[in-house]
């Protein structure tokens, strides 16, 4: 008797391996890319890696798919995406990623809007010719509004337009506006009040107006050369639907100090 238990349990330990061998046999990997953008995406090696990453792990790490997520700069991330060398983008707005696949649900609705030292008087009131009197420090192959980036075109060879890339650029253009190198930037308004707070700036460095009146759509990004990018999509939009019924995205939102959707 107990030598037939004692196989009946080698057989139960047996059968448990293999099926958890398989399934790791089997699970696939979702390759993310993008600049640090916290509190949406940030130092892949912290305990707190972003709203987004957090969101997207808890969404399809439970469907055995694991989050492979990396700090690229963002021009080059957009291009491996669009190779379909790596699997998705995050904190994409529309005009961003032409051909890419979206899914339905927005990661957030924001704003981008400038900010300036606090001693400097000039507010963004809708007019893009009041720029002239500024120097202006933006991010390379951010999307904005057409005619934002005709003006970036019309002053390129310029200082009153200056671009910065890498892995931390609001870093830089902060630096840049602090040591008085630019005068004013322009950012996702979560993103740079971020920062700011991180940086001890909140106080020097101060809004100066929105962009656009009203705000655009966040998204996770899907290479358009992936086969199962509409799969994840989906996969996605099933995930954040869940977890914000139950609350859940607006818990992960007030750990990084964002508003509530």
């Not at 391996?17 to 090696?45: C, R, V, Y």
């Not at 704003?111 to 009131?125: C, I, Q, S, T």
């Not at 310029?158 to 671009?163: E, M, N, P």
Request: proline residues 4%; charged residues 25%.
């Amino acid at each position: 008797m107990k030598n037939t238990l004692f196989k009946l349990s080698l057989l139960v330990l047996a059968l448990t391996i293999s099926q958890a061998q398989a399934k790791e046999s089997t699970s696939e990997t979702l390759t993310i890319h993008s600049d640090n953008w916290m509190p949406f995406n940030g130092d892949p090696k912290a305990k707190n890696k972003g709203y987004i990453i957090d969101l997207v792990t808890e969404i399809f790490e439970p469907e055995g798919i694991k989050i492979e997520y990396t700090i690229t700069p963002w021009a080059r991330s957009l291009i491996l995406c669009k190779q379909g060398k790596i699997n998705a983008v995050v904190g994409a707005a529309d005009v961003d990623v032409p051909g890419f696949v979206l899914p339905e649900e927005a990661l957030d609705f924001t704003y981008e809007a400038f900010f300036k030292l606090k001693e400097n008087p000039w507010f963004y009131d809708g007019d893009i010719n009041s720029l002239e009197s500024q120097k202006l420090g933006y991010i390379i192959d951010y999307a904005t509004r057409s005619d934002i980036l005709t003006y970036f075109d019309q002053h390129k060879k310029t200082d009153k337009v200056q671009l910065v890339g890498g892995n931390n650029p609001l870093k830089q253009n902060i630096q840049k506006l602090v040591h008085h190198r630019i005068s004013i930037l322009l950012e996702n308004s979560n993103v740079i009040r971020y920062h700011l707070k991180e940086m001890k700036l909140s106080d020097k460095i101060v809004f100066a107006g929105n962009l656009y009146q009203k705000p655009f759509n966040m998204y996770i990004a899907f290479s358009p050369k992936h086969p199962k990018s509409e799969i994840y999509a989906a996969i996605f939009d099933e995930g954040f639907r869940e977890l914000k019924a139950n609350g859940r995205v607006n818990e992960i939102r007030k750990k990084y100090g964002m508003d509530l959707l």
